[in-house]
Every structure is written in C-alpha cells, then in structure tokens.
C-alpha cells in the first residue's frame, strides 16, 4: 500500500519562462495521467477538484477514459474566477511550436466550459462549478480574476477502484499560462484512514456545486451561504470548507498540536508566510464573541525556534525591513498582499536563533516536515486560510460601492499526514535542492 511523490521544477525545462500548452507542470500532469492509466482496468470513478481546469491535454484525456466507461466527476471554479489578462503565446513542449494566437488562462477554460455546455454526447463526464465567494472585509479591492475570490483553491482527486482507492493532491493548478514553478504532488493507494474522509468530502462537494449546464454566470450572494455537513476531523486527513463548521478554525489548533510537539526540527515551505498575529473579527461569527489577535502557525514556529527546535522557513514572497533595502536593492521579490503584518513576523524572525530563511521566486510547493512527519497541503499559510466566519454580511464595499456580500469565509483545502520516512527524505532532498538553487536568497 505505497505512497509516492514526484516534484517538478524550472530546471526540468530549457527556458523557464515559456508557457507550454501541456501546462505550468507537464511532468506532474504525465504522473498524473500515467498513474490512472496504470491502473484504469480497475477504477470505476475519478472526482477532480482543480482550482483551474483549462488544460486541454487534461481534459481530452479524462473524456477518453469516461468514454471507456469510467465515471468522471470534474469541480473548478466559475468561468469568471479565471484571468483574462495579459495573453501570451503558448509552445508545445513535444513539438517545439508555437501558437500564432496569445491567450489567456480564460481563453482556454472558456474552451473547455462551452464544450461541456453545449455538448450532448458527454458520456459518463460530467462538470460542476462550486460558486462560493468568500469575503471578510469590507476594505478588499476588486479580485484580479473576477469581482471577489473564489474559495475552491484545492487541487486533488480521489479515485475509486473495484478494489481499494486512490488519493493525489498537488501543488500545482496543472494550469495553462501557467510558468513552471517548484510543484509537487503525493499518491496515497490504499493507505488506511484517508479514504472515508476523501470519499465524504466529494460527496459533500458535488452535492453543493452546480451542473455546468444548471450555472449561469452573475454575483449572486445568495450562493455563498451552505448548510452545514457533519463532517469527522481526521489525523490523517484534514480538510475545510464552507458547509464544515469552523473547519478553518480548527485548522489552526491543529496544525498547531504537530508544532509544539516538535523534537528536533520544522521545515514551513509554501509559496506565501503570513499567518502572524492576524486579527479574527468576531463580528463575523454566530456563536464566537471576542475579537481577538491570534498567534498564528509562524508565532507557534518562532516560539519553537526559541526553545531549540531547528527551524527553516521558504517561500516565495518576502518583503524587506525599510532598513534593510539596500541590502537587498539588486534583488526583485514578489511582495505579499499584506506587507507591514509580514514585516512583522521577519522582524521577530530576525532575532530568532536556531531560524534560517531562504526566499526562491520559484516556490510553489505547500508542505512542512516536523521530525518525522510530513503535512502536505493545499493551502498558503496565510491569515485566510485559518479564519472561518459563519455570518458575513457586507453591505457594500469600499472600493466596489455597487457589490454586497453575505455568507460564510473559508477556504476549501486540504492536508494529508504522511509518517512514511521515504517520502519525508524525498521532500528533505526537495529543500535541499531548493536552497541550493543560484535563484535562492538567504535572508535570514
């Protein structure tokens, strides 16, 4: 009953920076469709749940096994959730060519949606859309891919088998105009006490999206309120969503229970590091009444880091100290959304013993290492993540006088909890060849 992981990376392509019609992670995507193909005498179902879905080769290949009389159940966001902007010419990674035509990431999806919607021969494919926004301050500017954010950002699958079960998350959007990043992706098959959870949650997800068919595009606020399912939190699997009551809070203490009982050392990789002395507003919450600043997973790593614990930190974004500018005037870091609260935590960071820093432009992947325990996931760790707010109701919003909201604040993720120590050796040679890397900074 294996597990496996498989990484990509720039390194793994000639240039980097050009955008391949096979996808931003042609490998993982090849992992990904060898590992159905192996085995696709014995599977009866696969649901995909990908934040992006416009990956053509993706989606001719999943038609190809429903037509062969597998189920196939697809759950992206809405249409409009997709950028349309800054087109660019995409290049078949096989072939060389390239388009004569520049698209965007909704050009492609918008491909792929119309032939679902208006197809009639579909046979055994079929194609939801879960709508909810979700939203906790009337302060947020118009999202870059539609008006609000939509909350669906996991990237798995779970595949049933005649006998037994398959389990793939991944880092990566598998997405077109995508550029390469440093992605990953796990395999479970098998393993007990992953696939009750699994099994549960896509049940709950279908039921609560929308028929492609059924879904018609407008901002509709009444669509971001779910009723609650009963859901049973997992040591191996842990998931939130907006029908999973206070999910994203208890996603906090959970991961927060791993931490302190490190022994040795803490690897945080993800592309964003902002979850620090955030602020919860419980004015947003049905039972919950005390605002409060909550320490955040970093706050819990930088208290560790104090008591001995080795700590290593990644990540993709970073912001320097005003002071420390210069020192870094020859470096180009993509920012976080919130600057002062990450200058912050580098602040405390800074005089942390036992803690180093690296900072790769290229960091996609989502993981931490804690002794000998690997937690993957789907999701940032950034305040967002960690906030589950039952009674959102804004009326209108400052920067967006003619857009209200009401409902519930959370993310759909995901993390699995894996002990097996290949797997955690394999992601420990990940860092190591992150660190490694000429594009690597060490800040700290």
Same mark, same amino acid.
């Given at each position: 009953?294996?597990?496996?992981?498989?990484?990509?990376?720039?390194?793994?392509?000639?240039?980097?920076?050009?955008?391949?019609?096979?996808?931003?992670?042609?490998?993982?995507?090849?992992?990904?469709?060898?590992?159905?193909?192996?085995?696709?005498?014995?599977?009866?179902?696969?649901?995909?749940?990908?934040?992006?879905?416009?990956?053509?080769?993706?989606?001719?290949?999943?038609?190809?096994?429903?037509?062969?009389?597998?189920?196939?159940?697809?759950?992206?966001?809405?249409?409009?959730?997709?950028?349309?902007?800054?087109?660019?010419?995409?290049?078949?990674?096989?072939?060389?060519?390239?388009?004569?035509?520049?698209?965007?990431?909704?050009?492609?999806?918008?491909?792929?949606?119309?032939?679902?919607?208006?197809?009639?021969?579909?046979?055994?494919?079929?194609?939801?859309?879960?709508?909810?926004?979700?939203?906790?301050?009337?302060?947020?500017?118009?999202?870059?891919?539609?008006?609000?954010?939509?909350?669906?950002?996991?990237?798995?699958?779970? *595949?049933?088998?005649?006998?037994?079960?398959?389990?793939?998350?991944?880092?990566?959007?598998?997405?077109?105009?995508?550029?390469?990043?440093?992605?990953?992706?796990?395999?479970?098959?098998?393993?007990?006490?992953?696939?009750?959870?699994?099994?549960?949650?896509?049940?709950?997800?279908?039921?609560?999206?929308?028929?492609?068919?059924?879904?018609?595009?407008?901002?509709?606020?009444?669509?971001?309120?779910?009723?609650?399912?009963?859901?049973?939190?997992?040591?191996?699997?842990?998931?939130?969503?907006?029908?999973?009551?206070?999910?994203?809070?208890?996603?906090?203490?959970?991961?927060?229970?791993?931490?302190?009982?490190?022994?040795?050392?803490?690897?945080?990789?993800?592309?964003?590091?902002?979850?620090?002395?955030?602020?919860?507003?419980?004015?947003?919450?049905?039972?919950?009444?005390?605002?409060?600043?909550?320490?955040? *997973?970093?706050?819990?790593?930088?208290?560790?880091?104090?008591?001995?614990?080795?700590?290593?930190?990644?990540?993709?974004?970073?912001?320097?100290?005003?002071?420390?500018?210069?020192?870094?005037?020859?470096?180009?870091?993509?920012?976080?959304?919130?600057?002062?609260?990450?200058?912050?935590?580098?602040?405390?960071?800074?005089?942390?013993?036992?803690?180093?820093?690296?900072?790769?432009?290229?960091?996609?992947?989502?993981?931490?290492?804690?002794?000998?325990?690997?937690?993957?996931?789907?999701?940032?760790?950034?305040?967002?993540?960690? *906030?589950?707010?039952?009674?959102?109701?804004?009326?209108?919003?400052?920067?967006?006088?003619?857009?209200?909201?009401?409902?519930?604040?959370?993310?759909?993720?995901?993390?699995?909890? *894996?002990?097996?120590?290949?797997?955690?050796?394999?992601?420990?040679?990940?860092?190591?060849?992150?660190?490694?890397?000429?594009?690597?900074?060490?800040?700290?």
């Amino acid at each position: 009953m294996p597990i496996h992981c498989y990484f990509d990376e720039p390194d793994n392509y000639k240039n980097q920076f050009d955008f391949y019609e096979q996808g931003g992670s042609p490998f993982l995507l090849q992992e990904f469709i060898r590992t159905i193909e192996n085995d696709k005498n014995n599977i009866e179902e696969i649901n995909i749940s990908w934040y992006l879905f416009n990956n053509q080769y993706l989606y001719n290949y999943l038609k190809e096994v429903a037509a062969n009389g597998i189920t196939v159940n697809v759950i992206t966001i809405p249409l409009e959730g997709y950028d349309n902007n800054n087109p660019k010419v995409l290049k078949n990674l096989d072939t060389g060519k390239k388009t004569t035509q520049e698209l965007t990431k909704y050009n492609l999806a918008r491909k792929i949606f119309g032939e679902v919607y208006r197809s009639t021969s579909l046979k055994n494919f079929h194609f939801y859309v879960f709508s909810h926004l979700y939203v906790r301050s009337a302060n947020i500017k118009k999202f870059s891919r539609g008006t609000l954010p939509y909350s669906l950002h996991i990237k798995s699958a779970y *595949i049933k088998k005649k006998n037994g079960y398959l389990l793939l998350m991944s880092s990566s959007n598998l997405a077109v105009r995508d550029l390469v990043k440093n992605e990953s992706m796990i395999c479970i098959e098998n393993e007990p006490g992953y696939e009750e959870t699994a099994n549960t949650f896509y049940k709950n997800l279908i039921e609560r999206s929308i028929a492609i068919k059924d879904y018609r595009s407008s901002l509709n606020t009444t669509c971001n309120t779910h009723d609650k399912a009963a859901f049973q939190f997992s040591d191996s699997i842990y998931i939130t969503a907006p029908f999973y009551d206070n999910s994203a809070n208890h996603l906090e203490i959970t991961l927060i229970n791993y931490l302190e009982a490190a022994k040795e050392k803490i690897i945080i990789c993800a592309q964003h590091l902002a979850a620090f002395n955030y602020n919860f507003n419980a004015t947003h919450h049905s039972t919950l009444e005390k605002n409060e600043t909550r320490q955040g *997973i970093l706050g819990v790593v930088l208290k560790m880091a104090d008591k001995g614990i080795s700590v290593t930190c990644l990540s993709q974004t970073f912001a320097p100290l005003p002071q420390d500018e210069q020192k870094f005037k020859d470096v180009k870091f993509r920012s976080p959304v919130n600057t002062r609260n990450f200058q912050k935590f580098y602040t405390q960071l800074k005089n942390t013993k036992n803690a180093t820093y690296f900072i790769n432009n290229d960091i996609h992947s989502k993981y931490i290492i804690i002794d000998n325990l690997l937690i993957y996931c789907s999701y940032n760790f950034t305040p967002t993540q960690f *906030i589950y707010l039952d009674d959102v109701n804004i009326p209108t919003f400052k920067n967006m006088p003619n857009v209200s909201y009401t409902g519930i604040h959370c993310e759909v993720g995901m993390h699995v909890v *894996i002990k097996d120590r290949k797997i955690i050796k394999s992601f420990e040679a990940n860092v190591a060849n992150i660190k490694n890397k000429k594009q690597t900074i060490q800040v700290k």
